[in-house]
T-cell receptor, first 110, second 114 residues
Framework: KNEVEQSPQNLTAQEGEFITINCSYS?????LHWLQQHPGGGIVSLFM???GKKKHGRLIATINIQEKHSSLHITASHPRDSAVYIC????????????FGTGTRLTIIP | DTAVSQTPKYLVTQMGNDKSIKCEQN?????MYWYKQDSKKFLKIMFS???????INETVPNRFSPKSPDKAHLNLHINSLELGDSAVYFC?????????????FGPGTRLTVL
């Protein structure tokens, strides 16, 4: 079992729908990252959070430290949001490496 | 203007060869990383350097040797390439010592070993 689990693995939705991607982890963390990998392969950091909620444009990320769970929401989804969304956690002990989830492939249909 | 750059973007080589991938960042970051993304798109940390010192060295074969000549550069040298080394290798950088740790990724180097 991975230390970081994402669901769903694949998600297809119509343009305009509200999207939720979930991330659960099993280790103590100092921070959680959400990344976006474009179809062309490039990786962009969307959020880094250690508590509460962050918002950037149509993207919202929340984290519940007690439940070891984070969600990434996309409002008014658009075909350009189609990408793989990756959750990664930084452990709060040892060498503090990032451990990645397996990603959620999102496809938004016009 | 590129923040984190990698060269080459594509690398096709024969088994047994030695090859290097270079990474440079112009963001003034203090920490750089090498990640490997396998065919199933799973990302895994390989190495990390903070101010030119190795701080993360995951279970990676000795054939892989990172080198950081200065804070802006982190190169990856691979000896005796094997088929299983085929993957996309991403370099990244961040301000680890400032605690923000948002990582900026390079475009990736797709390595194919024949």
């Amino acid at each position: 079992k991975n230390e970081v689990e994402q669901s769903p693995q694949n998600l297809t939705a119509q343009e305009g729908e509200f999207i939720t991607i979930n991330c659960s982890y099993s280790v103590g963390i100092s921070a959680l990252h959400w990344l976006q990998q474009h179809p062309g392969g490039g990786i962009v950091s969307l959020f880094m959070l250690s508590s509460g909620k962050k918002k950037h444009g149509r993207l919202i990320a929340t984290i519940n430290i007690q439940e070891k769970h984070s969600s990434l929401h996309i409002t008014a989804s658009h075909p350009r949001d189609s990408a793989v969304y990756i959750c990664a956690v930084r452990s709060n002990f040892g060498n503090e490496k990032l451990t990645f989830g397996t990603g959620t492939r999102l496809t938004i249909i016009p | 203007d590129t923040a984190v750059s990698q060269t080459p973007k594509y690398l096709v080589t024969q088994m047994g060869n030695d090859k290097s991938i270079k990474c440079e960042q112009n963001l003034g970051h203090d920490t750089m990383y090498w990640y490997k993304q396998d065919s199933k798109k799973f990302l895994k940390i390989m190495f990390s350097y903070n101010n030119k010192e190795l701080i993360i060295n995951e279970t990676v074969p000795n054939r892989f040797s990172p080198k950081s000549p200065d804070k802006a550069h982190l190169n990856l040298h691979i000896n005796s390439l094997e088929l299983g080394d085929s993957a996309v290798y991403f370099c990244a950088s961040s301000f680890r010592d400032r605690g923000t740790d948002t990582q900026y990724f390079g475009p990736g180097t797709r390595l194919t070993v024949l």
